[in-house]
T-cell receptor, first 113, second 115 residues
Framework: KAGVTQTPRYLIKTRGQQVTLSCSPI?????VSWYQQTPGQGLQFLFEYFSETQRNKGNFPGRFSGRQFSNSRSEMNVSTLELGDSALYLC????????????FGPGTRLTVL | AQTVTQSQPEMSVQEAETVTLSCTYDTSESDYYLFWYKQPPSRQMILVIRQEAYKQQNATENRFSVNFQKAAKSFSLKISDSQLGDAAMYFCAYDTTSGTYKYIFGTGTRLKVLA
């Protein structure tokens, strides 16, 4: 089975721009979660989608949004980028909504200049 | 709110030796899941081991085993016969069953394996 894929792997943007990241889950996985990883804050939960609906949300400003498509692929959007948004964004998927094990993608490294 | 603490920012182990990484957590729930994930320099988070809180038996996966002490809220990872490929950041994670279903991660322990 193919693993979780994330595109692009690297992004460089400037302040004020917006960015869209993509995550394709393992086949059969219907839940997609997004995490932000920074050296200072560690791994922080952004949101989780299941069956095209946002089920959980972390403590991030409204500039961070996401969506999930009928094929379970998910996108994450960050508008009006700030320097502090520079991070590794990880996507994790699991079969159902609940306590299944999450499997992570390789991440997208976003640099905001 | 649940919290996960990894008090060792960095650990070193000699190749072929055994090392134990510590993790403590705080929760008022009785049923939950605990995980250890490994993140090598390639950045991909890889599941190492999973423990269900209602199971008394400690989980084991080849050279990796846990010491799960539910009353003490402790979940340590033991790596036996350490290999160079074990060098990575190790994260302890808690998964609540209360309906929020999001992982809470510790701050990580960087493991160095010395040849």
């Amino acid at each position: 089975k193919a693993g979780v894929t994330q595109t692009p792997r690297y992004l460089i943007k400037t302040r004020g721009q917006q960015v869209t990241l993509s995550c394709s889950p393992i086949s059969g996985h219907r839940s997609v979660s997004w995490y932000q990883q920074t050296p200072g804050q560690g791994l922080q939960f952004l949101f989780e989608y299941f069956s095209e609906t946002q089920r959980n949300k972390g403590n991030f400003p409204g500039r961070f949004s996401g969506r999930q498509f009928s094929n379970s692929r998910s996108e994450m959007n960050v508008s009006t980028l700030e320097l502090g948004d520079s991070a590794l964004y990880l996507c994790a998927t699991r079969q159902g909504f609940g306590t299944d094990t999450q499997y992570f993608g390789p991440g997208t490294r976003l640099t905001v200049l | 709110a649940q919290t996960v603490t990894q008090s060792q920012p960095e650990m070193s182990v000699q190749e072929a030796e055994t090392v134990t990484l510590s993790c403590t957590y705080d929760t008022s729930e009785s049923d939950y899941y605990l995980f250890w994930y490994k993140q090598p320099p390639s950045r991909q988070m890889i599941l190492v081991i999973r423990q269900e809180a209602y199971k008394q038996q400690n989980a084991t996966e080849n050279r990796f085993s846990v010491n799960f002490q539910k009353a003490a809220k402790s979940f340590s990872l033991k790596i036996s016969d350490s290999q160079l490929g074990d060098a990575a950041m190790y994260f302890c994670a808690y998964d609540t069953t209360s309906g929020t279903y999001k992982y809470i991660f510790g701050t990580g322990t960087r493991l160095k394996v010395l040849a």
